[in-house]
């Protein structure tokens, strides 16, 4: 056995060795937040929800009067946008119109969006106590709010909104969390906004890019998409994760030593 073929015979074992701890490692990607520390990152804007155009309200007004009360809740069964509707919880509604106004009993036509709920609530408030409704108190509810998830997360689909605020974070986990196949360095929140479609991209492994995104507060009608990684994106060919497989370099690994064996022999 000459020494050229028994050092080949060390190459070989060592290269296969050195390949399948390789696809073992642990991928660097995986992990959140991998730049968190205790420093403060300031966060891009205050995030509350806001009304708009399109959106469903539950306006509820209560008075120690009930007659006062049954005057501003009224439930008139109206398609016309910006009138009140019953909703199927069998509460007043108003629909936002495209100029975002709505009608409301006794204070007529009103400018609504733009405006959050606790903010319509007090300027409601405000002009009913400064009339005869002296004790009103009133709540304002978001009927048909929500976002929607999808790709590699647990739970993908339509998520209510049900708070002034929801993050980015927030969001991810009502969805169950991305799954291990979902890329964090690459989470796309798809927004309309007034001059087209906008589409933010958040790295989930950077804390900064988070906190700093336009999208880390999500606003109705978000929708948010998980993209796959490239072993899911694997997945869609035949034998496509065969070279990434345990048992595939377990089989490299045999054969070169068989290989190997044979030389020394």
Not at 61 to 73: G, I, T
Not at 138 to 157: D, I, R, T, Y
Request: glycine letters at 8%; one cysteine or more.
């Amino acid at each position: 056995m000459t020494i050229r073929f028994k050092r080949l015979a060390r190459t070989l074992i060592c290269a296969a060795g050195f390949l399948f701890v390789a696809s073992c490692s642990t991928p660097k990607d995986v992990t959140y937040f991998q730049d968190a520390s205790e420093t403060v990152v300031p966060l891009a804007g205050e995030g509350h929800i806001k009304i708009e155009p399109g959106d469903r309200l539950s306006i509820i007004v209560k008075s120690k009067d009930p007659a006062l009360s049954e005057l501003y809740n009224l439930t008139v069964n109206t398609n016309r946008l910006g009138m009140a509707s019953v909703s199927p919880e069998g509460m007043s509604s108003y629909i936002v119109g495209k100029d975002g106004m709505i009608d409301f009993p006794v204070l007529g036509s009103m400018k609504v969006a733009g405006m959050t709920r606790s903010e319509l609530a007090g300027f409601i408030t405000g002009e009913l106590r400064a009339g005869h409704v002296r004790d009103a108190v009133v709540s304002v509810e978001l009927l048909n709010a929500s976002f929607s998830v999808m790709g590699e997360v647990k739970q993908p689909g339509r998520i209510p909104i049900d708070k002034e605020r929801i993050t980015i974070l927030e969001a991810l986990s009502l969805a169950g969390d991305l799954d291990i196949q979902g890329r964090r360095d690459n989470v796309s929140v798809i927004r309309q906004e007034e001059d087209g479609v906008h589409t933010y991209r958040i790295d989930l492994t950077n804390m900064r890019d988070v906190a700093q995104s336009p999208a880390y507060y999500i606003k109705q009608d978000d929708v948010i998409y998980v993209e796959p990684n490239d072993v899911k994106k694997r997945q869609t060919t035949v034998n496509g994760n065969n070279v990434l497989s345990w048992g595939f370099w377990v089989s490299v690994a045999s054969l070169l030593t068989s290989i190997a064996v044979l030389i020394v022999k």
